[in-house]
């Protein structure tokens, strides 16, 4: 499956997706990075990578206009599936239905639990045991659609927010290539749906 990974900055999951590539039984390959910052880091190691990329800075137009530029970029790549890898744009409604069911997100809590920004804070303060991060399907509302997979990840007592993102972030590298190796081959992994279906995630 040709997949394309839009980010907004340091683009450290999509590395991960990258060295996963790497290996001759991933069953996607990157067609594009994407981003709304030209200057995102993440665009640097792409293209050190020999992965072609776009970016399109959003500054001064409709979200609309803008997603219509990444459409167009992400159509003209041939991609099949949006992987959005920390890109910090809220995405219109008519662009994500135009990737309904084949666009995927990774957010950094066990959704439903801490929807939207300052995950690890609010489950310090609200003293959980533990964090993790989760890949959705992104539907029109905001970290809501379909959990495909989450990763658990201990609290620790002298935890702050910054040590909790690090941790969540090695769940995260490991987590989110994988289900996305499963989802693209959904249809030929039988196994997998099934145990989707008992979770209710699909
Ligand atoms: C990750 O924590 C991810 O969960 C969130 O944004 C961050 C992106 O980090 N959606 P990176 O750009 O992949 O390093």
């Known amino acids: 499956a040709k997949i394309a990974i839009l980010i907004s900055g340091r683009g450290s999951n999509m590395a991960a997706f990258v060295y996963a590539a790497k290996s001759p039984n991933c069953p996607y390959d990157?067609?594009?990075?994407?981003?709304?910052?030209?200057?995102?880091?993440?665009l640097r190691l792409a293209e050190a990578e020999s992965i072609a990329t776009f970016a399109h800075p959003h500054k001064g137009m409709a979200r609309e206009d803008h997603d219509d530029i990444m459409h167009?970029?992400?159509l003209r790549s041939g991609a099949e599936y949006v992987v959005l890898a920390g890109y910090m744009r809220i995405l219109s409604d008519g662009f994500v239905k135009k990737w309904s069911d084949r666009m995927l997100n990774i957010h950094p809590s066990l959704l439903p639990k801490y929807?939207?920004?300052?995950?690890?804070?609010?489950?310090?303060?609200?003293?959980d045991n533990v964090a993790g991060c989760?890949?959705?399907?992104v539907t029109p509302e905001l970290d809501d659609g379909p959990v495909l997979a989450q990763t658990e990840v201990a609290i620790l007592p002298d935890d702050d927010a910054d040590s909790l993102?690090?941790?969540?972030l090695i769940a995260e590298h490991q987590l989110y290539p994988a289900t996305v190796a499963?989802?693209?081959?959904?249809?030929?992994?039988?196994?997998?749906?099934?145990?989707?279906?008992?979770?209710?995630a699909l």
Do not use: C, F
């Open 72 to 74: 167009d970029a992400i």
């Open 182 to 200: 499963h989802y693209v081959t959904r249809e030929s992994n039988p196994d997998w749906i099934l145990q989707q279906i008992r979770d209710r």
């Open 115 to 127: 929807k939207g920004l300052d995950t690890y804070q609010r489950a310090i303060d609200a003293r």
């Open 134 to 137: 989760s890949v959705h399907l």
């Open 165 to 168: 993102a690090s941790r969540t």
């Open 30 to 42: 990157i067609v594009l990075v994407a981003s709304n910052d030209p200057e995102a880091p993440g």
